[in-house]
């Protein structure tokens, strides 16, 4: 069998392929503690809403509608509609209905909008994407059509009380190059839980237009919903902004619900990527979102429901992390907001690889850092000393993996010496 360059490409393995399926086996395997996918909790008031709402779609016809019925390649009109609404309302944003298309998931979107504005011209030369702000997430990773599309900045970096740190943006060596099509980051960060500050997002936003390149923001896990964020910040849009959603952490991971906000120019080459690959993006989630939007339900929920949950989850994880890991073992990045924790084992004798592959042994599932870092240049021994851990399952599940990666850490130092 004999496959095209695209073919070659996207048939090998890859780090989001791994988290997918680590994910699908901790997620199904009796006993298994899944610490590692961006799975997001099953929160009991979350699940009593949505189950009210099906009800309600089901008598209203809405759901019916929205699965018998193809909605028009940009997305259900009738959530591009009161989506915008709800922007202009709360933000002031100048945004209507064509400044908005949905895609089916976040992952689909960012692969459309890297190879849209990066990869090979017309002219032959290769545009790049940008991560000004490194580790980012892993599934950009391997989004690009053609190889070497990603470059990276490490950050700088701050130590922190109570054994934790946080990264920055190193604009001092930041390099906007006539190779740039694109600027990426994420907002809150995946996988560290890094908010980067309001002055670095507006640095990074005048940039962009000095350079007349789009700065992309990915909001998978930001303000206004889900609003996993656990620190001051302000969001921000504006036409050379493109601003991507989801609805996976407001606890619909399975619907495949992507949000894009942007120029209008933006948005029309997104329609029609859409009609070429899908026709027209799902419309479980959209009719979902839009009834939420109507009842005047979303952000409320975000508000009283979501964020104090995960805020609740993050701290119990931390002191249950303490209990076993100290700082001089264990640094912990600053949680700001995201679902996940960036763990940095500085003096850890083995890579953080090897210690992902002795913990699968024993039925933990965590993320080795080395993937978290598309498009870095030069290698970094910090991104093999950092894991990325999910806090949101259950407190005894949570102590039971941290208690055998306690061990593990504990058994490498121990061969070392030995």
């Given at each position: 069998?004999?496959?095209?360059?695209?073919?070659?490409?996207?048939?090998?393995?890859?780090?989001?392929?791994?988290?997918?399926?680590?994910?699908?086996?901790?997620?199904?395997?009796?006993?298994?503690?899944?610490?590692?996918?961006?799975?997001?909790?099953?929160?009991?008031?979350?699940?009593?809403?949505?189950?009210?709402?099906?009800?309600?779609?089901?008598?209203?016809?809405?759901?019916?509608?929205?699965?018998?019925?193809?909605?028009?390649?940009?997305?259900?009109?009738?959530?591009?509609?009161?989506?915008?609404?709800?922007?202009?309302?709360?933000?002031?944003?100048?945004?209507?209905?064509?400044?908005?298309?949905?895609?089916n998931g976040s992952q689909s979107a960012f692969?459309?909008?890297?190879?849209?504005?990066?990869?090979?011209?017309?002219?032959?030369?290769?545009?790049?994407?940008?991560?000004?702000?490194?580790?980012?997430?892993?599934?950009?990773?391997?989004?690009?059509?053609?190889?070497?599309?990603?470059?990276?900045?490490?950050?700088?970096?701050?130590?922190?009380?109570?054994?934790?740190?946080?990264?920055?943006?190193?604009?001092?060596?930041?390099?906007?190059?006539?190779?740039?099509?694109?600027?990426?980051?994420?907002?809150?960060?995946?996988?560290?839980?890094?908010?980067?500050?309001?002055?670095?997002?507006?640095?990074?936003?005048?940039?962009?237009?000095?350079?007349?390149?789009?700065?992309?923001?990915?909001?998978?896990?930001?303000?206004?919903?889900?609003?996993?964020?656990?620190?001051?910040?302000?969001?921000?849009?504006?036409p050379n902004i493109i601003l991507c959603m989801?609805?996976?952490?407001?606890?619909?991971?399975?619907?495949?619900?992507?949000?894009?906000?942007?120029?209008?120019?933006?948005?029309?080459?997104?329609?029609?990527?859409?009609?070429?690959?899908?026709?027209?993006?799902?419309?479980?989630?959209?009719?979902?979102?839009?009834?939420?939007i109507r009842r005047g339900d979303l952000l409320?929920?975000?508000?009283?429901?979501?964020?104090?949950?995960?805020?609740?989850?993050?701290?119990?994880?931390?002191?249950?992390?303490?209990?076993?890991?100290?700082?001089?073992?264990?640094?912990?990045?600053?949680?700001?907001?995201?679902?996940?924790?960036?763990?940095?084992?500085?003096?850890?004798?083995?890579?953080?690889?090897?210690?992902?592959?002795?913990?699968?042994?024993?039925?933990?599932?965590?993320?080795?850092?080395?993937?978290?870092?598309?498009?870095?240049?030069?290698?970094?021994?910090?991104?093999?000393?950092?894991?990325?851990?999910?806090?949101?399952?259950?407190?005894?599940?949570?102590?039971?993996?941290?208690?055998?990666?306690?061990?593990?850490?504990?058994?490498?130092?121990?061969?070392?010496?030995?």
């Amino acid at each position: 069998m004999t496959f095209s360059r695209f073919g070659n490409k996207f048939t090998q393995h890859s780090g989001i392929a791994q988290l997918m399926d680590d994910m699908n086996e901790g997620l199904r395997t009796p006993g298994a503690i899944m610490l590692g996918g961006g799975n997001p909790a099953a929160i009991p008031a979350m699940e009593q809403y949505f189950h009210a709402l099906w009800r309600e779609m089901l008598d209203d016809g809405s759901m019916s509608e929205a699965l018998c019925n193809y909605d028009g390649p940009q997305g259900k009109d009738t959530l591009l509609t009161s989506l915008a609404a709800l922007l202009r309302k709360e933000f002031d944003w100048p945004i209507t209905a064509a400044n908005i298309a949905l895609t089916n998931g976040s992952q689909s979107a960012f692969f459309y909008l890297f190879n849209l504005f990066a990869g090979r011209g017309e002219d032959g030369t290769l545009r790049r994407v940008l991560f000004p702000l490194a580790p980012e997430y892993l599934g950009y990773s391997d989004a690009g059509l053609e190889e070497n599309m990603f470059v990276a900045t490490k950050p700088t970096l701050s130590l922190l009380p109570e054994g934790q740190f946080k990264y920055h943006v190193d604009f001092e060596h930041l390099k906007v190059g006539d190779d740039i099509g694109l600027i990426c980051v994420s907002r809150p960060t995946n996988p560290t839980g890094n908010v980067i500050t309001d002055e670095e997002l507006l640095k990074l936003d005048a940039l962009a237009r000095q350079h007349q390149v789009p700065l992309l923001i990915d909001n998978a896990y930001g303000l206004p919903f889900p609003g996993l964020i656990f620190t001051d910040a302000r969001p921000l849009w504006n036409p050379n902004i493109i601003l991507c959603m989801s609805l996976s952490k407001l606890g619909l991971p399975g619907v495949r619900g992507g949000i894009v906000i942007a120029g209008e120019a933006v948005i029309k080459a997104l329609g029609n990527i859409n009609g070429i690959i899908s026709l027209a993006p799902g419309g479980i989630g959209p009719a979902m979102l839009n009834s939420m939007i109507r009842r005047g339900d979303l952000l409320r929920l975000c508000e009283e429901v979501i964020r104090p949950f995960y805020r609740r989850r993050v701290d119990e994880a931390i002191a249950c992390i303490r209990r076993w890991l100290p700082p001089a073992r264990c640094l912990i990045h600053k949680p700001e907001g995201a679902i996940f924790l960036w763990l940095w084992f500085p003096d850890l004798p083995i890579s953080t690889d090897a210690l992902y592959q002795r913990l699968k042994q024993r039925g933990v599932l965590m993320v080795p850092g080395h993937y978290f870092f598309p498009g870095l240049d030069q290698e970094w021994h910090h991104s093999h000393q950092c894991l990325r851990m999910n806090y949101v399952p259950e407190a005894e599940k949570i102590e039971r993996g941290i208690a055998i990666l306690a061990e593990e850490v504990a058994r490498a130092h121990r061969e070392t010496v030995g």
